[in-house]
């Protein structure tokens, strides 16, 4: 239905940024609620954010608030998560997905992957 690719992941130093993009091709993205996760070694998979298929509604994990904007342009077909004051514990590979619901994609229930780009964090 859909294809995601993300880009933008990178090294950088603590209190840094990085904006991570997720390009859809194929379908539109704009019929899909998307969500961002992330996963770090050893761990289990994590929400991080979701928006909804207008941008009208985000929702975000407790420890992104406030740090993480998670945006889309449909015109584009592109969904992005704009990343400030970086922490260490951010290190993780970054997944976008898609969902028909934003809702669903809150926990985890999406139809489509990305392959992820890795985002590292020193101190």
């Known amino acids: 239905q859909v294809q995601l690719r993300e880009s933008g992941g990178g090294s950088v130093q603590a209190g840094g940024s990085l904006r991570l993009s997720c390009a859809a091709s194929?379908?539109?993205?704009?019929?899909?609620?998307m969500g961002w996760f992330r996963q770090a070694p050893g761990k289990e998979r994590e929400f991080v954010a979701a928006i909804s298929r207008t941008g009208a509604t985000t929702y975000y994990a407790d420890f992104v608030k406030g740090r993480f904007t998670i945006s889309r342009d449909n015109a584009k077909n592109m969904v992005y998560l704009q990343m400030n004051s970086l922490k260490p514990e951010d290190t993780a590979d970054y997944y976008c997905?898609?969902?028909?619901?934003?809702?669903?994609?809150?926990?985890?229930?999406?139809?489509?992957w990305g392959q992820g780009t890795q985002v590292t964090v020193s101190s």
């Open positions: 997905a898609t969902s028909l619901l934003i809702m669903a994609a809150r926990r985890g229930e999406v139809d489509n």
């Open positions: 194929g379908r539109t993205s704009s019929n899909y609620a």
